[in-house]
Nanobody, 125 residues
């Protein structure tokens, strides 16, 4: 079972990145998927979540209007499109699958069971 996050990198402030999370050995289609991030020396923070159907999403206030989460259940992948990036967006970004099928778009890390290894996003000023 593996969640593989990719797409991170170094980008200048104001730039964009698209993160992807691919899953092997685990179905995503009935579960809420989320992205969290963790900056050095800080706790892991919620970024965005999307319900299994893709029709309902939730965003943290810090990224709302700059970030879009989407999913492709047929391809077992989740994406995070990030625009207008800021230096404070610098962090390791993790994708995660909810513990329960049909779960709501929770912002609480404990509601998620499977985690990817993370992909580093660095935004330079």
């Amino acid at each position: 079972v593996q969640l593989q996050a990719c797409g991170g990198g170094l980008v200048q402030a104001g730039g964009s990145l698209r993160l992807s999370c691919a899953c092997s050995g685990l179905t995503l289609s009935s579960y809420t998927m989320a992205w969290f991030r963790q900056a050095p020396g800080k706790e892991r923070d919620f970024v965005a979540a999307v319900r299994w159907s893709g029709g309902s999403t939730r965003y943290s206030d810090s990224v709302k209007d700059r970030v879009t989460i989407s999913r492709d259940n047929a391809k077992n992948t989740v994406h995070l499109q990030m625009n207008s990036l800021r230096p404070e967006d610098t962090a390791v970004y993790y994708c995660a699958r909810s513990r329960k099928a049909g779960a709501s778009e929770s912002s609480r890390p404990e509601e998620y069971h499977y985690w990817g290894q993370g992909t580093l996003v660095t935004v330079s000023s």
